[in-house]
C-alpha cells in the first residue's frame, strides 16, 4: 500500500509539472468546465420558473442534486478521465507492454498515472457550489447527513469509473480508436436528471442495468429524503456487482490482446 501511495505522489508531481509547461491549454480547460457549470444550472433554473417541483424536488433541492453529480463529474475529470480516455490507442499500438510489465497493478498505472491539474481547479470550483447549495438547504444539514455524503460521493465517482471502464474494454476485441465511449458518453446525459423522471423500463435500465441514476441522483435522495437502508443497499449491491464484472472484463481482454512483442 505504501508503495502504491508513492507511485501515486510521483504521478501528482508529474501532472502538475507538466500542466504549467501548457498554460494556454489549461486555462481553456477551465473555461470549458466553468461554461459546463454553468449551462446545468440555468437548465434547471429555466425549468423552475415554469414549475414550483420537479420529480418530487423543489428548486434548492435540485440544486443540491446538481451540486453533486458536478462534485463527482469533476473528481472524475480529474482523476480518472484523462488515463480511460487514452487506453484505446495504448491497447492499439501496443504500449500497453510497458504497463503490463510494472510491478504494480496495471489496472492501477492505467487509470490513475495521469491527474487532470486543470481539473482539479474545476474541482474546487464545484465544492464550492455544493457548500452554496447546502447552505440553500441548511434544515437537511446534519452532522450524520454530512458523514454519509463523502463515502456516497466516492461510491458514485467510483461506479462512474467503473461504468467507464465496461464502454472502454470492448477495444480489445473491436480494435476501435475509442471502444464504446463516445456511446457512455452519450448515455451520461441520463445522470444529469433527477431518477424519478424516468419510469418502468427505463427505471429498471438506469438503477440496475446501466445505473447511471445511482451515481449522484441515489446519493441525493439519500440525504434529501433521508437514509433509507433498501437504497443504500441497492447502491452498494450493484457497485459490487460491476466492480467485480469489471475486474473479470478487464483481465478477460488482457487474455485476448495482442502485445507488441507479439
Known amino acids: ?24 491549454d489549461f486555462f481553456f480547460r477551465i473555461l470549458m468546465d466553468v461554461i459546463y457549470y ?74 490513475l498515472r495521469e491527474f487532470a491539474a486543470n481539473s482539479f481547479v474545476n474541482l474546487l470550483m464545484t465544492m464550492a457550489i455544493l457548500v452554496w447549495a447546502l447552505r440553500l438547504n441548511m434544515e437537511l444539514v446534519t452532522p450524520l447527513n454530512l458523514l454519509f455524503l463523502v463515502p456516497l460521493i466516492a461510491n458514485g465517482v467510483f461506479l462512474y469509473y467503473l461504468l467507464n471502464m465496461v464502454f ?30 424516468f419510469t418502468g423500463i427505463m427505471r429498471l435500465i438506469l438503477t440496475v442495468v446501466l445505473p447511471l441514476s445511482l451515481i449522484a441522483s441515489f ?19 450493484v457497485t459490487a456487482c460491476f466492480a467485480g464484472f469489471m475486474t473479470l472484463f478487464w483481465r478477460k481482454g488482457l487474455a485476448s490482446y495482442s502485445s507488441a512483442s507479439s
Open 1 to 24: 500500500m505504501r508503495r502504491y501511495l508513492r507511485l501515486y505522489l510521483q504521478f501528482l508531481q508529474f501532472s502538475f509539472s507538466r500542466a504549467m509547461e501548457f498554460r494556454l
Open 168 to 197: 472502454i474494454i470492448p477495444v480489445f476485441w473491436t480494435h476501435s480508436g475509442r471502444g464504446f465511449a463516445d456511446l457512455f458518453h452519450s448515455f451520461t446525459r441520463f445522470l444529469e436528471r433527477p431518477d424519478r423522471l
Open 38 to 111: 454553468i449551462v446545468n444550472i440555468a437548465f434547471f433554473k429555466v425549468l423552475y420558473a415554469r414549475t414550483p417541483m420537479l420529480a418530487g424536488w423543489n428548486e434548492r433541492q435540485t440544486m443540491l442534486f446538481v451540486s453533486i453529480f458536478l462534485v463527482i463529474d469533476a473528481i472524475n475529470m480529474t482523476v480518472f478521465s484523462n488515463n480511460v480516455w487514452q487506453m484505446p490507442t495504448q491497447i492499439n499500438n501496443g504500449s500497453l507492454d510497458y504497463y503490463l510489465t510494472r510491478p504494480v497493478s496495471s489496472l492501477f498505472f492505467l487509470s
Open 219 to 237: 446519493p441525493a435522495r439519500l440525504f434529501i429524503d433521508g437514509f433509507e437502508t433498501g437504497l443504500f443497499l441497492h447502491l452498494t449491491l
